[in-house]
């Protein structure tokens, strides 16, 4: 009996620790919390009283910096944010206005780089050459690369890029003989080559199309009058991807584009100030 009493009294015991113990616990959380909370408050006490401080003029050098969407999105930190945004929004006209000049004094260079290119009338003649090409590709010629089962290595490679060239969408690692033979198995594939558009190539088919230069003229040429036909008109597109006069061309065409993205930005600015 006794010893029973004795067990019950050391289990009170410690069940009694544990619980001085947890409550201790408790109350060092309460204290972090409290204290957490305390420095929060005293943060945004000193960073409201430093926006109130800052001139607007010195807000604006900051903001400059920011796209147009953080900006606007400034406004929401308070009121005087707010104000400040909107007092500053004729500055922010003025910047855009100054990066449209920019742009368009860099359309004129690269238009002035353009002109002063080699002229590029025989890579034009090459062009209209491969393209008589393709034009003579008589049928026989279409049906037998159709019902080629083993074809050469080469002439796979040669067919895949015509594929990357009519479809961007074409993953070539992913891609087999037979895939191929569903796109040319049907011979309008030629004139949708007659109709491409080189511009709208883009970087991750240009990587493919490069592997071209692996195989060389003789070799495509031995392998049949259609293989040789395709090598060479797909060089020639790639030749002309890669001139100068596209690269002008395509730079001018971004730096266009952020000119409208520029001049909406202003536009809807200006709105905000009417």
């Keep these: 009996m006794i010893q029973k009493l004795q067990e019950d009294l050391n289990r009170l015991t410690k069940n009694n620790k544990e619980q001085q113990q947890g409550l201790q616990n408790l109350y060092l959380r309460f204290g972090s919390i409290i204290n957490d909370q305390l420095q929060i408050i005293k943060y945004s006490q000193v960073s409201q009283n430093l926006l109130h401080k800052v001139r ?16 606007l999105r400034f406004r929401l930190i308070s009121k005087r944010a707010n104000q400040t945004v909107i007092q500053m929004i004729p500055f922010r006209i003025n ?13 004129q260079v690269y238009t002035i780089q353009n002109t002063e290119q080699t002229n590029c009338q025989s890579l034009i003649e090459e062009y209209n ?13 279409l049906v037998e690369l159709k019902r080629t089962r083993n074809p050469p290595t080469i002439l796979v490679k040669v067919i895949i890029i015509i594929c990357v060239l009519l479809d961007h969408s074409f993953k070539p690692e992913q891609q087999s003989w037979e895939e191929c033979q569903k796109i040319i198995g049907n011979f309008n594939y030629v004139n949708s080559l007659h109709s491409l558009d080189i511009g709208k190539i883009n970087e991750s088919q240009l990587t493919y199309i490069k592997t071209i230069r692996q195989i060389s003229e003789v070799q495509a040429s031995k392998i049949s009058n259609a293989c040789s036909t395709f090598y060479q008109f797909i060089l020639v597109v790639l ?20 000119i409208k993205q520029a001049q909406k930005h202003q536009t809807f600015l200006q709105k905000m100030i009417e």
């Design 56 to 71: 607007p003029e010195v807000f604006n050098q900051i903001l400059i910096f920011l796209d147009i969407k953080s900006y």
């Design 95 to 107: 910047h855009i206005n100054q990066i449209i000049l920019n742009l368009n004094h860099q359309i």
């Design 129 to 141: 050459n491969a393209l008589d090409k393709l034009y003579k590709l008589n049928k026989e010629d």
């Design 239 to 258: 030749q002309i991807r890669e001139s100068k006069q596209y690269i002008f061309k395509r730079k001018i065409e971004l730096i266009e584009l952020l």
